[in-house]
């Protein structure tokens, strides 16, 4: 097995792992977090009733922390469970979380 694959490989044990540990609701949905080579990904689901309540996307992880805090303070969301997706929390996971706590989310 090659490095990147087994790179891929532990993420998704790390996720697994932390989704088995973690679930959202309608009060205090789950703020998932991906990441691909060019964008970062961010979305808050109900995992009760399986449905995306708010999401957005963009190549700056502050803004995108912003823009998904102001659109779930604008329907009323101000406390959610944060799931990063495996990542290790440094760079951008840690920006976007910064961010949308500063912008009103708390968790």
């Avoid at 989704?19 to 959202?24: N, Q, V």
């Avoid at 977090?33 to 961010?42: G, L, W």
């Avoid at 009733?49 to 912003?66: D, F, M, R």
Wanted: proline share 1%; hydrophobic share 35%; net charge positive.
């Amino acid at each position: 097995m090659n490095q990147v694959n087994s790179k891929i490989q532990q993420r998704n044990r790390r996720r697994k792992r932390i989704r088995a540990k973690i679930s959202g609701t309608s009060e205090r949905p789950r703020l998932s977090v991906f990441k691909s080579n060019t964008a970062i990904y961010a979305q808050l689901i109900d995992d009760a009733s399986e449905k995306t309540l708010v999401s957005s996307k963009g190549t700056n992880a502050s803004k995108v922390g912003e823009s998904l805090a102001k659109s779930a303070l604008a329907k009323k969301i101000t406390s959610v469970v944060f799931d990063r997706g495996g990542y290790i929390y440094t760079g951008k996971v840690a920006s976007l979380a910064e961010s949308a706590r500063k912008f009103g989310l708390k968790f």
